[in-house]
């Protein structure tokens, strides 16, 4: 697309866009309740923790794995107190550079320190990212926030799945999926369970997926090892596209750029794109060329009310707490714009990058733009409280919430005052003090509802007279 015809598109959704501004508003209104209603439901003080969980490999490998390389616990933990020098140029001069694929590495910091795009300062931090043992990863104050993300991914993804699987006459049938923005692939296992028939990992982070193909190796390996293991399911073929989803085609890069896919997810990813219209449109362009009609575009990313209400609501230029922050809004809060709305975000001891407000909206339309049409929208608590119930088990297996109070030889992960309180009043409620429920720390949810699910459906095209594809959304 020209510059000229950006400009124009630009201004027309600048001038669309106007109004809806005021879902901000609305946002800044509700905002006591979202901030303080973190999830406690009810368990057995026996089950926590008792029942069937997932062996240490599968646990392993539903964990989000984001961990920076110099970090350690201890780090993370007094990150809240005392905040460090943030900048990325900090955090990649501290990253330790002796273990795997050192020669990339350090010529990736070069490149970096030179001073280029947001997107490559994203790909340094993530591939600069260690992946951190099961053991390490347990002792971590985010472990449950960890693992309550993937176990909304999972039920997401699981949701879909069945959907598409529904939706085909055939027993068995293939299932192909682009895993957008896989990172070093925490979302293998899920696709394994899901029993897809072939995957394309993509990413901008070139050691990240090193990680994700070796990963898969092991797999293929264990599943060669032990077939009971797997069932008697083959597993998925995969395939690794890298490049800048903003700048690249990725359809170019597939082995067959005729594939069909039935499904395009994008986890804890889309917030990267809304530098510009043009990155934005890329990033659309890349999700829906090879999404077949029906199929589906599933997604968690940042909630931009969220970030523009609680930045409203702080009286300096960041807000957080003891587990995440949120600085240098790089905007007028009274008028975010459409792009280029950056803002940088701190998963203490995990996360530190540039992002970009996503204005729901405008997604919303570009997404039409592109034959999807949206299904769903959840904040994350909606989505836990439409998935509880059927993801009781999957909550425990993972270690999605903690057990307040804590079962005997644990610790709480956060503070016992603040931390817990809406768990204490929710035990009174539902016991009388007597009982056992599951949560997340206050601090942690603060965090964890910064985040929605969305849903796309592909829809079919005919033809302008021009060539160009035409959607009825
Ligand atoms: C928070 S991680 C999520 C990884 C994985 N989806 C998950 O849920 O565990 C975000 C990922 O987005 C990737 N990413 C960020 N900007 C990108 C871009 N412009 N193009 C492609 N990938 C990008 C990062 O490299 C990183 O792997």
Known sequence: MSENTDDLEQSVMLAAAAADLREYEEAESRLPELKHD????????????????????????????????????ADSHSRGQARQSTSNKRSREDSDDSDSHPHKKAALIKEVSIGTSHAEVVATHYNLIEEKGLQER??????????????????????????????????????????????????LSKWRIGNISHLICSDIAEMALEDCKNRYASYVKQRSRNDRGWGSNNIFSMEVVHGDG?????????????????????????????????????????VSECLQAGGYFIGTMVDSNEIIARYRKSETDSFGNNVFEVRELNFDAAKPPLFGGKYNFELFGI??????????????????????????????????????????????????????PPTEGKTLVGNDGD?????????????????CCGTLSKSEWEASSLYLTFAFQKVKNTWNADGTPCYDI
Request: one cysteine or more.
């Open 351 to 404: 996360i530190n990058c540039p992002e970009f407000l996503v204005h729901f909206p405008t997604f919303e339309k570009l997404g039409k733009k592109y034959g999807l049409k949206l299904v769903k929208k959840e904040k994350f608590w909606n989505f836990f409280e439409r998935m509880k119930d059927e993801g009781k088990q999957l909550l425990t297996n993972m270690g999605a919430l903690e057990s307040y």
């Open 419 to 435: 931390d817990y309180t809406h768990a204490k009043e929710f035990l009174k409620n539902q016991n009388g003090d007597d009982g």
């Open 246 to 286: 903003g700048k690249v085609r990725y359809r170019e890069k597939f082995k067959d750029p005729s594939i069909k896919l039935d499904l395009v997810s994008c986890q804890f990813a889309f917030h990267y794109s809304f530098e510009s219209l043009p990155q934005a449109n890329c990033w659309f362009k890349n």
């Open 138 to 187: 347990s002792k971590s104050r985010v472990i449950h926030l960890r693992n309550f993300h993937n176990w909304i991914k999972s039920m997401l993804i699981n949701e879909y799945l069945t959907k598409i699987r529904d939706s085909k006459k055939q027993h068995n049938p293939p299932i192909r999926v682009h895993d957008m923005c896989c990172g070093k692939g925490g979302d």
């Open 38 to 73: 973190p999830v406690p439901v009810e368990t057995s003080r026996k089950s926590y923790y008792t029942e069937t969980r997932f062996s240490d490999q599968e646990r392993d490998n539903n964990v989000c794995t984001v961990t920076n390389r110099k970090e350690t616990n």
